[in-house]
């Protein structure tokens, strides 16, 4: 969000653009691995209920393996995925050579935010919210501090913001591992160099993992497509998408707290074979989900056009944009289902549910209605889309839940 206002107050309205184009690879790569996240948590958790010392340590180590692994690869093949991602996405030339600028540097982001999204889970897992609060905070105040810097002072622009991200990242990574030391010191005993013990439960992390991760390239098809069809309407609509596309991330920012604390707690309760408390949690989180989702929709309805000026201050991107601000208006209060549901979901490790809700709601109710109705609406196809894609897995996750409770305990 902070990219986007220092880039949406520069010169020209290329700069939001490209950093949008640019992020949208990031989003690709990220998201890709947010399996390792996802299905950390909820596997670490469960390890917590049934208070196995050994193998909350082993979950934890198989992760950051992979991590490792990802990352070196992600790094040697930055300039193929590089050429393949612009190749693919539309936009113009302007704001595609700003893209690459920004691209080129943040990559070198890549393996410290993915061993974070590791540690991330892990630490949810051990129910312990507090320490990936403490790194979040850090790692986005150093982002923000540095990008300043960079764009304001030293005249970097999009390199500046893409630094910024590096900054961050690695220093969020380095408080990781001195707070995993100096509260989990005792389970380091635990790790091991030995085949065995390190394969023994990997089967069921990777089956949930290669679940999550199907799932996540659905949602990044989605999203990727959002951005990559906006740039090809026009420089001000990607602006404008991109800028209102803050809106929904601000509001999953919220709920994604809910969500973390859904997969800490259910999948504790889920591990100590704990019914009753594991239903009262999901009905507490639905309470407050709805809560969220209408003071959202209420200060998006009151303050909308307003926090666009905040994006940007570019005149025709802000008029362009008050077209669009109904859709954000009504997101929130059809989406906030599909983040507790997939809290839930991952504590109770039901990751083929997820693969399968996701999936469908992006095939059948984000693009088939796009190609139906882009040449009649335009760029409020897409906004369609979107609302239908976050709304259709809030209700497939509803039908799916009481089959998957009664699955898992019988």
């Known amino acids: 969000m902070v990219d986007m ?6 010169e020209s309205v290329h700069f939001m653009g490209g950093v949008a184009l640019g992020s949208v690879i990031f989003n690709f790569v990220y998201w890709g691995f947010a399996f390792l996240r996802m299905g950390m948590s909820g596997v670490a958790a469960q390890t917590f209920g049934r208070n196995d010392r050994e193998e909350m340590a082993l979950v934890l180590e198989r992760g950051m393996l992979i991590a490792i692994a990802g990352s070196f690869l992600l790094l040697t093949l930055q300039v193929p995925l590089a050429n393949f991602s612009f190749w693919l996405l539309e936009g113009s030339q302007e704001v595609k050579e700003i893209a690459r600028g920004y691209y080129f540097v943040r990559i070198w982001a890549a393996p410290a935010a993915i061993a974070l999204m590791v540690l991330y889970g892990w630490f949810l897992g051990m129910q312990n919210a507090i320490y990936p609060m403490l790194i979040a905070v850090t790692v986005n105040l150093l982002n923000v501090v540095s990008s300043f810097i960079f764009v304001n002072h030293l005249n970097m622009q999009a390199e500046g913001v893409a630094l ?3 900054v961050g990242q690695y220093s969020g990574l380095l408080l990781a591992i001195f707070l995993f030391y100096r509260k989990y010191r005792s389970l380091s005993s635990c790790f091991t160099l030995k085949l065995i013990p390190l ?3 990997l089967k069921h992390f990777l089956n949930v993992s290669g679940d999550i991760f199907i799932r996540m390239l659905s949602i990044i098809a989605v999203f990727t497509f959002f951005t990559s069809r906006s740039a090809g309407i026009g420089d001000v609509v990607l602006a404008v998408n991109s800028a209102l596309l803050q809106y929904l991330f601000l509001f999953a920012y919220f709920l994604d707290g809910f969500a973390y604390a859904g997969e800490a707690l259910i999948g504790k309760f889920f591990g100590a074979r704990d019914k009753i408390r594991l239903q009262r949690t999901v009905v507490l989180l639905f309470r407050w989900g709805i809560g969220f989702a209408i003071l959202f929709s209420l200060l998006y309805a009151v303050m909308g056009k ?3 000026g905040v994006f940007t201050d570019q005149a025709e991107v802000i008029e362009a944009g008050s077209s669009y601000l109904i859709w954000v208006v009504i997101i929130p209060l059809v989406s906030f289902g599909s983040f507790i549901w ?3 979901f991952i504590g109770i490790t039901a990751s083929r549910a997820m693969r399968n ?5 992006a095939l059948l109710f984000f693009f088939a209605p796009f190609y139906l109705l882009f ?3 335009e760029n409020h196809a897409i906004w369609v889309g979107m609302v239908l894609f976050m709304l259709s897995r809030s209700v497939m996750l509803t039908i799916l839940y009481p089959k998957a409770i009664r699955k898992r305990f019988g």
């Open 306 to 308: 307003m926090l666009l």
């Open 342 to 344: 997939d809290g839930v």
């Open 164 to 166: 910024g991200s590096v």
């Open 375 to 377: 040449p009649y609406l």
């Open 357 to 361: 809700s996701v999936f469908l709601s």
């Open 5 to 10: 206002y220092l880039m949406g107050h520069q």
């Open 199 to 201: 394969i023994r439960n």
